[in-house]
């Protein structure tokens, strides 16, 4: 990003994203897709200004929150509690974990990532047998329909997501890191057929 004031400003934005009832709809959603248990281990990744992470906190897991923006780590640490910590990332070298999760949750930050491929490994390598990873982000399809009216309306898609995917798409990239789809749906309000959002959960395979 350009800079720290740009960082600061992108940070408030996510801050008050994360405040609109349709996130926190979205993120009950995510909680009962997810299945929970008390006492799972659980990588919030881009953790962003740690509302979710202190959602599945709440709900009884032992939580890492994980960012690459210091202004967003600002805004989650006042949430540090035991049980609850929030760690910086390197985006050049991601995170180094191993057999340590139950869960990681990736809400809007997929898309984002420089290294697709990488980041799924990393996810494979951090997990315990039978982890899940739980993911929101665009929905290509609806993003190609809405192109002609964005278009006259101005409207640009945010720069920042470098990728963007169906459903079907990830699912197949899941797979070819070794991650089975469990369940998905699609989420915020259609256009034409397609939804702006899905949310999908893998689970490792078992092969």
Same mark, same amino acid.
């Given at each position: 990003m350009g800079g720290?004031? !740009? !960082?600061?400003?992108y940070a408030n934005k996510v801050w008050a994203y994360q405040n609109r009832?349709?996130?926190?709809?979205?993120a009950r959603v995510v909680l009962r897709m997810a299945e929970l248990w008390p006492g799972a281990r659980v990588l919030d990744f881009g953790?962003?200004?740690?509302?979710?992470?202190?959602?599945?906190h709440e709900s009884g897991c032992d939580v890492v929150g994980a960012d690459v923006s210091e202004a967003m780590l600002q805004m989650a640490l006042p949430m540090t509690s035991p049980?609850?910590?929030f760690v910086k990332l390197d985006?050049? /070298?991601?995170?180094?974990?191993d057999s340590? =999760?139950? =869960?990681?949750?990736?809400?809007?930050?997929?898309?984002? /990532?420089?290294?697709?491929?990488?980041t799924i490994e990393q996810f494979r390598r951090a997990l315990r047998p039978n982890g899940k990873v739980l993911v929101v982000t665009p929905n290509l399809l609806h993003t190609m329909l809405r192109k002609p009216i964005d278009w006259m309306t101005g409207y640009k898609p945010d720069p920042t997501i470098k990728h963007r995917f169906t459903c079907a798409q990830l699912a197949q990239i899941m797979a070819h890191?070794?991650?089975?789809?469990?369940?998905?749906?699609s989420w915020g309000g259609r256009f034409l057929f397609a939804?702006?959002? =899905?949310?999908a959960r893998f689970t490792v395979s078992k092969d």
């Open positions: 720290a004031a !740009e !960082e600061i400003r009832i349709d996130w926190r709809l979205a953790c962003g200004p740690g509302r979710f992470s202190h959602m599945l049980g609850l910590k985006p050049k /070298v991601g995170f180094d974990y340590e =999760f139950d =869960f990681i949750f990736c809400l809007h930050v997929l898309g984002h /990532v420089g290294d697709l491929h990488d890191h070794g991650f089975e789809k469990e369940q998905s749906c939804y702006p959002l =899905f949310i």
